[in-house]
């Protein structure tokens, strides 16, 4: 093969991919730094007039992180639509695939996200922070084990879901196939690998933090700390849920605001939107907008692991409740306001998911063929709320009389995050950039600063580049670029 | 072991469907010699799609900005940056081969990425660009010609064949500086 050399720009739908643009005032100083987040260009308006059945399988399409997430908001949504409950085993079933889904992609980012920061060390080459600098680390049987557990999950998910990736599982009312009974004892065994594996992680991260005292130091560094309103989905009991249950919101201090059922997510949740970006900022509504600021009187809110631990008063299994309890007591107590910590909450969250696998499979209703109930309402109005692997997902369908959508919204974990996000890299911008003076290494700063939100910004797969895009745009105070700093 | 074409993409988002839309017609045309898969997601899930198949041929979108829209681009995936990934967001077919090679999992021994570029109609539910649509013609031919040379190779020993010789090449023009593809590879192997 010839030498060909490229740059290879990767192909996207969204405007302002991975690019930061950074404002400086009359001192060369940071006025206000922000991250680019995509919007979803032209869905709206693409979904408008498709029968609202068809939304599990569009939807599932838009992201090609997690397809799942929106296949079960979806689903939510057109129970909700045509004012339908499930029959229980039908409920149970998709739990047990939400739970596999969540499994599957918390251990994925666990070591992918975490593993650079804690097994790799945050001050060790860039080269080698990345999953092959992990595996060095630890040990290629481990990466082995990650697969192979993956690979067990993932047959698991076809022989619930019928595929894996865009399921036609999720119908309004139920589901569309029953799990036949003799396949029961596969996900048990599955099950029974899941909560060993997830028990290996844990320890794994307990050794580390207890070899390298230092990691502490570096999660609770006051440069990665935001003091902000969290919201997650809780049980009856106030105990994590990712697949049903009323949101909950806390205050910096930890203590409830707000707990209402996910349709009335209009009353709670508002979007701010700015003339510097098409970006609309969730926040709450009953605070207020007050700016790019955290504390309790700013409504800035955030999602994802480590908000869903502070919005719930405990785990709802024994071993994530363990491993929460450590957690917390490792922090400093509840809330944590960490960013950091979210590599550690997803690990808690994914002990959760196992155990939670583990009650459902050995549930004896799960192979009960007993999985829809038809509906007969008309349709009008359907909301749907779930527990991404990255925050609180909202999927909002109107339609008219025969089911054909009018209108669909769609709120994403990452605007849900996104205000959040915007004061992490302002914050270690202004860290990183004083009286005018800018240097490349601000990259991985502020790569530091929004990575563990682990936001999304494209859905579509390509087989290049395998780096992440970043862009960063310095702009004096008159909006004149004066640097660009490019990488991918 | 029939090869394999893997389509990437998505098919909601205009010429982005490129990859799928050309593999699915690869499996109307060539379905005697070739396995057919297609996919939308990211990360490790690639691998599901990658592994266990000794030739491989992927169909994806690209977009140099530097060649006319529906241009076909060959590209051999050795060139490109083995890792740093910081998510499974980014991680695309450098990564997974990297992984692979390290955990020793089953990676395709030969892989041939044919890139289509692409406009900037990648919107929910925009039309192919015609020029991209009709590139799916010369996909076709280019996968039934990567197919000849796999089975001549096959015949005449993989050292008898000069696969420059056999292709039809599209040389990029460099956009700014040649070397970026060097400097960005200066983390992992080329």
């Not at chain 1, 030498?3 to 991919?17: A, C, F, K, V």
């Not at chain 1, 909700?80 to 047990?96: C, F, H, I």
């Not at chain 1, 494209?458 to 960063?472: E, F, I, N, T, Y």
Request: aromatic share 6%; charged share 20%.
């Amino acid at each position: 093969m010839s030498t060909r050399r490229y740059t290879i720009d990767p192909i996207t739908r969204l405007e302002g991919h991975g690019k930061i643009d950074i404002l400086l005032n009359e001192q060369g100083n940071v006025d206000r730094a922000y991250l680019q987040i995509p919007e979803l260009r032209g869905f709206e308006r693409f979904a408008q007039g498709r029968p609202a059945e068809d939304m599990p399988q569009i939807t599932s399409r838009i992201c090609g992180v997690c397809p799942t997430a929106h296949h079960m908001a979806s689903a939510k949504a057109l129970d909700d639509l045509y004012k339908v409950t499930p029959p229980s085993a039908a409920l149970k079933v998709r739990e047990l695939a939400y739970s596999i889904f969540m499994i599957e992609d918390h251990a994925l980012h666990f070591y992918y996200l975490a593993g650079p920061d804690f097994v790799v060390g945050p001050t060790a080459p860039k080269a080698e922070r990345n999953i092959l600098g992990v595996l060095g680390a630890v040990g290629l049987e481990i990466g082995k084990e990650v697969i192979g557990m993956r690979k067990q999950l993932r047959d698991l998910m076809t022989l619930i879901m019928g595929k894996a990736i865009h399921p036609v599982f999720g119908l309004p009312g139920g589901i569309s196939k029953a799990i036949a009974p003799e396949s029961q004892k596969d996900i048990v065994a599955a099950a029974d690998h899941a909560v060993e594996f997830g028990k290996f992680s844990l320890k794994l991260f307990g050794d580390l933090l207890k070899q390298k005292p230092e990691l502490l130091e570096y999660v609770t560094s006051e440069s990665y700390v935001h003091r902000t309103y969290y919201m997650g989905m809780v049980d009856s009991q106030n105990k994590l849920n990712f697949y049903d249950g009323p949101l909950r919101v806390v205050d910096p201090n930890g203590s409830q605001v707000a707990l209402f059922p996910g349709k009335e997510y209009l009353n709670h949740i508002a979007e701010h939107v700015e003339p510097w970006s098409y970006v609309r900022f969730s926040y709450l509504k009953n605070i207020g907008w007050k700016g790019f600021v955290d504390g309790p009187e700013s409504g800035i809110m955030a999602v994802a692991p480590m908000a869903r631990l502070n919005a719930a008063d405990s785990m709802a299994t024994p071993i994530a409740q363990q491993a929460y309890e450590q957690y917390l007591h490792a922090l400093g107590g509840k809330p944590v306001h960490c960013t950091l910590a979210t590599s550690w909450a997803r690990l808690i969250e994914l002990v959760y998911a196992a155990e939670r696998m583990r009650e459902l499979a050995n549930d004896p209703e799960i192979v009960s063929p007993d999985v829809r109930t038809i509906p007969t309402a008309t349709p009008v109005e359907g909301i749907g709320v779930i527990e991404a692997p990255r925050g609180t997902l909202i999927h909002h369908y109107q339609t008219d009389e025969k089911g054909l959508i009018t209108k669909a919204n769609l709120i994403v974990a990452t605007q849900n995050n996104s205000a959040r996000i915007v004061l992490s890299v302002d914050k270690a911008a202004k860290g990183a950039i004083k009286g005018g003076h800018v240097d490349d290494g601000i990259l991985n700063l502020i790569e530091m600063a929004f990575r563990a939100y682990d936001p999304c910004h494209g859905c579509a797969a390509h087989a290049l580049p395998g780096q992440m895009p970043l862009r960063v745009c310095v702009f004096d105070a008159q909006h004149n670029l004066i640097r660009e700093i490019s990488r991918g | 072991m029939r090869p394999r074409v893997l389509g990437l993409g998505n098919e909601l988002l205009g010429d982005d469907a490129v990859g799928i839309e050309a593999a699915r017609r690869i499996q109307q045309e060539l379905t005697d010699q070739v396995d057919v898969a297609e996919t939308g997601v990211y990360g490790l899930a690639l691998l599901d799609v990658i592994l266990g198949c000794r030739q491989l041929i992927i169909i994806d979108a690209i977009k140099t900005g530097r060649v006319p829209v529906g241009s076909v681009i060959e590209l051999d995936p050795r060139c490109f940056d083995r890792v740093p990934a910081p998510s499974p967001h980014y991680s695309g077919l450098p990564e997974m081969r990297a992984l692979a090679e390290t955990l020793q999992l089953d990676y395709p021994e030969w892989v041939v990425v044919l890139a289509v570029e692409i406009s900037d109609g990648v919107g929910f539910g925009e039309p192919m660009h015609p020029a991209v649509v009709k590139a799916i013609d010369q996909v076709v031919r280019r996968v039934r010609q990567q197919l000849t040379r796999w089975r001549r190779q096959e015949s005449w020993g993989s050292a008898a064949v000069d696969s420059s010789a056999l292709n039809e090449t599209l040389t990029i023009p460099p956009k700014t500086n040649p070397n970026d593809l060097r400097r960005r590879t200066q983390n992992g192997r080329v």
